[in-house]
């Protein structure tokens, strides 16, 4: 059982990784655009920056709650 945990940990944290990743590529995207038209009024700019970076929190809470689960399981042997 804790191998199983310690795969999913690895996982979420790989998911947090990659929201992250995907969520500062959204900025660098939205800055770009915003350096090239000088327009920053439309609704749509940061709309995924902050959907990855909750997702990336949401990843984050999983996999510290799995570690606190492994740390519960490897104590009780």
């Known amino acids: ?44 700019y940061g709309v995924k920056q902050n959907r990855m970076m909750s997702q990336r929190v949401l990843y984050q809470g999983i996999a510290i709650a799995l570690i606190v689960l492994v740390g519960a399981v490897a104590s009780q042997k």
């Open 1 to 44: 059982m804790t191998f199983f945990l310690v795969l999913l940990v690895g996982g979420f944290a790989l998911a947090a990784a990659t929201a992250l990743v995907r969520g500062l590529m959204a900025f660098v995207q939205d800055a770009e655009h915003i350096r090239q038209t000088g327009d920053f009024r439309q609704d749509a």
